[in-house]
């Protein structure tokens, strides 16, 4: 059988990883923000080295809040940690896939992030894939470890209402039940759960996926009114000078940047049409 190991397993996109890889048969070791590199080079050292060569550690394990105000905090949980746990992952010889997100890409303009969370996303893969990129090319077995990073566009989905603040346009037109949006139509590459998960396993089943990071979105941009729209939930519009100071007002994935032999499989109207369909069950069921 073999081995997962998964931070931030209690997480939106965790929770549902976990379930996923179980049902295919993995065996999943979950560790949440509680745990530390020490415990996951424990719960590694001890598999069988048999089991320990086919393992892979699946890094979801992050602040995501991108207005979280202490920068150093974001950088030690954020890449202090990762960098550590790669190192693990080279030391041990096991595959890495890793959470990023198009954070790196900043307000569409520049090519570099705008904020903390976006640098201790890109600091991470960078660091991930220049030590992976090294160790293979002064090795010449087989068992040579990988390196994927994921950069996540816009994902929402059942399970994110953990999130807070921080969920996706739909949610937050769900819970509101009305919405206050930005003039100029900003639009988002917004990518369903299923295909993340979809992503996640293909980087982990297949050895044509080498090290290097990977986009992970739909291929296509809509507008905040368009989601408002499919969920039949009212706007308006704000005034402009509201608009945040280095927004960005588009996003899209591109399939050139996609994993190799990977593509997302969900609409995105149906995709929101079942996901108001799972919230209005879940709130009948909290009022019963």
């Known amino acids: 059988m073999k081995t997962i190991l998964l931070t931030g397993y209690k997480g939106f996109i965790g929770r549902r990883l976990y379930q996923v890889l179980t049902n295919r048969g ?8 509680d745990s530390t590199i020490k415990d996951i ?8 080295l048999t089991i320990r060569h086919q393992t892979t550690i699946v890094h979801q394990g992050a602040i995501t809040d991108t207005l979280f105000k202490d920068n150093s905090e974001m950088m030690r949980n954020n890449y202090l940690f990762s960098k550590e746990l790669f ?4 030391e041990e010889e096991v595959n890495v896939v890793y959470a990023s997100s198009a954070a ?3 307000d569409g303009h520049k090519k570099y992030p705008i904020n903390v969370y976006g640098w201790s996303k890109y600091a991470s893969e ?4 220049r030590e992976f990129s090294n160790n293979s090319l002064i090795r010449s077995s087989l068992m040579t470890p990988r390196f994927v990073a994921l950069r996540y566009f816009n994902v929402f989905g059942p399970g994110e209402e953990q999130k807070g603040r921080m969920a996706s346009i739909a949610y937050q037109s769900m819970v509101r039940g009305e919405m206050n949006l930005f003039p100029k139509k900003p639009q988002r590459d917004f990518v369903y759960i299923d295909d993340i998960v979809s992503a996640n396993v293909h980087a982990i089943e297949n050895s044509n996926v080498s090290t290097g990071y990977y986009e992970v979105g739909s291929g296509k941009s809509h507008t905040f009114e368009y989601v408002c729209e499919c969920l039949d939930i009212p706007f308006t ?29 969900c609409n995105l109207k149906e995709s929101l049409e079942s996901y108001k369909k ?5 709130n009948d069921k909290k009022k019963k």
């Not at 190192?87 to 080279?90: S, T």
């Not at 799972?278 to 879940?282: G, K, V």
């Open 26 to 33: 993995y065996n999943v070791f979950g560790f949440d923000k």
């Open 41 to 48: 080079e424990e719960s590694l050292k001890a598999l069988p």
């Open 87 to 90: 190192d693990l992952a080279l």
């Open 104 to 106: 790196v890409y900043g």
């Open 126 to 129: 960078l660091y991930g894939i």
């Open 237 to 265: 519009i704000t005034e402009e000078n509201l608009i945040p100071k280095g927004y960005q007002f588009k996003t899209q994935s591109n399939a050139d940047n996609w994993m190799p032999g990977w593509t997302p499989q």
């Open 278 to 282: 799972y919230f209005e069950a879940t």
